[in-house]
C-alpha cells in the first residue's frame, strides 16, 4: 500500500501537477522492482502461493503493449478526431499518461473532407462510409465499391461545387423515400396505442403496415371518375370504407324512436314552474284561493282545471280548445 501511495502522491513536484508520462513511467520504473531485463515483475514465495493476489506475467506491460499494437487509423479516418487536443490545453497532461505521441498524433488527425469515402468489399457485400456533412453508413449487397458519380453541395462562400458520391449512397438517396412515405402514412392514422408489451406494437404495426399497402396498391389502381365521391381519394376515405366493409351486418341497428305526437295548440298541461293563482278563479271573485301548476303555455296563463281553461280561451275568442 505504501509503495502505491508513492506512485501516485505529489510530494516533490513543485506546481502539484501530474508529471508527463515520460515522467511517470520513470518514477514507476525506478520504484518497483522488476528484477530482469524483460521487465518480469518478481514474486515472493508468499505472493507466489497465494493466486488471487498474484500478479501476472508482465504485468506492467499488459496495457501498454495492447494500446500501442491498435491501429486506429482506419477509424480515425472515417469518425475524425474524437477529442481536438490543443497543445497549450491541460487536458493534454492526461492523455499523455495513457497515449504516447505517435498515438495522440494519430487520435488529433484531421476528419475526411466533404466528398471523401472509405469502403470494404467481401464478395457481394459492400460497406461504405461517405463524408457529407456528417459521415453517412450504407451497407449494401447489390452494388460496387468502385461505381462513383458526382453531386452538388454548397460550399460556406455559398457557391456550389461538385463532390464525389459512391454510386451505392446514390441509389439509397433516391429509394429511401419509399420507407419514408411509409412511415408517414402510418403515422396518420394509426390504430396503436402506447403499450409495455412488445407484441401488442408488432401486431398494431403489421396491420397498419398492410392498410398502407392497400390503400397505395388501390391509388395506384386505374379506378374511374365516376366511382370517386371526391377528387382525392384520401388515406381516410380509404379507411372509413374498410372500417364499413369490416363492420357490415354485424352491428345492431337502433330501433327508430316513435315520433311524438305533437302538442294541441293552447294545451292544458304542466307549466313547469313554481304554482300560482288560477286566472279565471281570479277573475270569477270566488273567495278560495286556488293555485296550481297547470295552464296555457301559449298564453302564459295559470288555469286550474279543464274547465277553466275552456272557458278562459272562449272568454278571449279562441273557442273550446281539443286536443287531438
Known amino acids: ?11 516533490g513536484s513543485d506546481d502539484n501537477e501530474l508529471s508527463s508520462g515520460d515522467e511517470w513511467l520513470e518514477n514507476y520504473n525506478a520504484e518497483v522492482d522488476h528484477g530482469s531485463p524483460d521487465n518480469t515483475p518478481v514474486v515472493s514465495d508468499e505472493e507466489a502461493n497465494d493466486e488471487d493476489d498474484a500478479a501476472p506475467e508482465n504485468a506492467e506491460l499488459v496495457w501498454r503493449e495492447t494500446y500501442e499494437e491498435l491501429d486506429i487509423d ?12 490543443n497543445p497549450n490545453a491541460s487536458e493534454l497532461e492526461y492523455f499523455k499518461l495513457f497515449f504516447d505521441d505517435n498515438m495522440l498524433e494519430k487520435i488529433n488527425a484531421p476528419r475526411m473532407q466533404t466528398g471523401q469515402f472509405v469502403g470494404r468489399q467481401t464478395d457481394n457485400m459492400v460497406g461504405v462510409v461517405w463524408m457529407d456533412k456528417k459521415p453517412v453508413n450504407v451497407v449494401a449487397s447489390n452494388e460496387s465499391l468502385i461505381e462513383v458519380d458526382t453531386t452538388n453541395r454548397r460550399q460556406k462562400d455559398g ?53 398502407v399497402n392497400s390503400f397505395i396498391v388501390k391509388a395506384e389502381t386505374e379506378v ?25 351486418n354485424f352491428a345492431r341497428l337502433r330501433t327508430p324512436a316513435p315520433p311524438m305526437r305533437p302538442r294541441a295548440t293552447h294545451a292544458h298541461l304542466k307549466l313547469g314552474r313554481k304554482r300560482s293563482t288560477c286566472k279565471l278563479c281570479t277573475k270569477t271573485g270566488e273567495k278560495k284561493r286556488k293555485t296550481t301548476q297547470m295552464g296555457c303555455e301559449k298564453c302564459d296563463k295559470h288555469l286550474c282545471s279543464a274547465e277553466c281553461h275552456n272557458t278562459f280561451h272562449v272568454n278571449i275568442g279562441i273557442g273550446v280548445v281539443t286536443e287531438e
Not at 500500500?1 to 510530494?11: A, H, T
Not at 482506419?74 to 487536443?85: A, D, M, Y
Request: with cysteine; net charge positive.
Open 224 to 248: 374511374p371518375q365516376v366511382a370517386r365521391t371526391k377528387k382525392r381519394y384520401r388515406q381516410l376515405d380509404f379507411r372509413i370504407n374498410l372500417s364499413t366493409q369490416l363492420i357490415g
Open 159 to 211: 457557391t456550389n461545387a461538385r463532390v464525389t458520391r459512391p454510386r451505392v449512397v446514390t441509389n439509397y438517396q433516391e429509394n429511401f423515400r419509399g420507407v419514408d412515405i411509409s412511415d408517414q402514412l402510418r403515422a396518420k392514422y394509426s390504430i396503436g396505442r402506447p403499450s409495455k408489451k412488445w407484441w401488442k406494437y408488432l401486431m398494431n404495426f403489421i396491420i397498419d403496415l398492410c392498410i
Open 74 to 85: 482506419p477509424f480515425i479516418q472515417i469518425t475524425g478526431p474524437s477529442h481536438n487536443l
Open 1 to 11: 500500500m505504501s509503495e502505491q501511495n508513492s506512485l501516485y502522491s505529489d510530494e
